[in-house]
T-cell receptor, first 111, second 115 residues
Framework: KNEVEQSPQNLTAQEGEFITINCSYS?????LHWLQQHPGGGIVSLFM???GKKKHGRLIATINIQEKHSSLHITASHPRDSAVYICAVSNYGGSQGNLIFGKGTKLSVKP | NAGVMQNPRHLVRRRGQEARLRCSPM?????VYWYRQLPEEGLKFMVY????????ESGMPKERFSAEFPKEGPSILRIQQVVRGDSAAYFC?????????????FGSGTRLTVV
């Protein structure tokens, strides 16, 4: 079993829909990261969080430390949100940068 | 303020050749991290460097791979005698201090193809 699991693997939505991507992890963490990767493109860091909730524009990230679970929500989705969303964790006690990554959720938003 | 710059964006090498991947961190960032993304697989940590020091290379293959971050100039990931299995996207990230305190800024990656 992977230490970081994401669901769903693939997600297709209609423009305007509310989207949720889930991430569960099995290790103790110091931080959790949500990343965005466009096809053939670079990686953009969306959020880093260790507790509670963060919001940036139409994106919201939440984390429940007790349940070892995080969600990424996209409100009023748009075709430009189509990308792979990756959850990664910093293992508590691990060295900096030694992130454990999920396999990603491929999101496609149709107009 | 330019972001993390990686070059080249695409690199083609024949089996047995050497590949050199460069990463210039953001201005003011002294911590550099390298990751590899194999086709159809997730990202994997390779190495963490600070200026002139390798801090954690636990993710580096034991042979043919090396990394450096000299006092002047970019960080270099070097792969000697490349094989087809080295074909992947290699990403660099940087942070101004401890990544878990400041977060990580990623580059656009270098896509290595070994033919």
């Amino acid at each position: 079993k992977n230490e970081v699991e994401q669901s769903p693997q693939n997600l297709t939505a209609q423009e305007g829909e509310f989207i949720t991507i889930n991430c569960s992890y099995s290790v103790g963490i110091s931080a959790l990261h949500w990343l965005q990767q466009h096809p053939g493109g670079g990686i953009v860091s969306l959020f880093m969080l260790s507790s509670g909730k963060k919001k940036h524009g139409r994106l919201i990230a939440t984390i429940n430390i007790q349940e070892k679970h995080s969600s990424l929500h996209i409100t009023a989705s748009h075709p430009r949100d189509s990308a792979v969303y990756i959850c990664a964790v910093s293992n508590y006690g691990g060295s900096q940068g030694n992130l454990i990554f999920g396999k990603g959720t491929k999101l496609s938003v149709k107009p | 303020n330019a972001g993390v710059m990686q070059n080249p964006r695409h690199l083609v090498r024949r089996r047995g050749q050497e590949a050199r991947l460069r990463c210039s961190p953001m201005k003011g960032h002294s911590h550099v991290y390298w990751y590899r993304q194999l086709p159809e697989e997730g990202l994997k940590f390779m190495v963490y460097l600070q200026k002139e020091n390798i801090i954690d290379e636990s993710g580096m293959p034991k042979e043919r791979f090396s990394a450096e971050f000299p006092k002047e100039g970019p960080s270099i990931l070097r792969i000697q005698q490349v094989v087809r299995g080295d074909s992947a996207a290699y990403f660099c990230a940087s942070s101004p201090g401890l990544g878990d305190n400041y977060g990580y800024t990623f580059g656009s990656g270098t896509r290595l193809t070994v033919v």
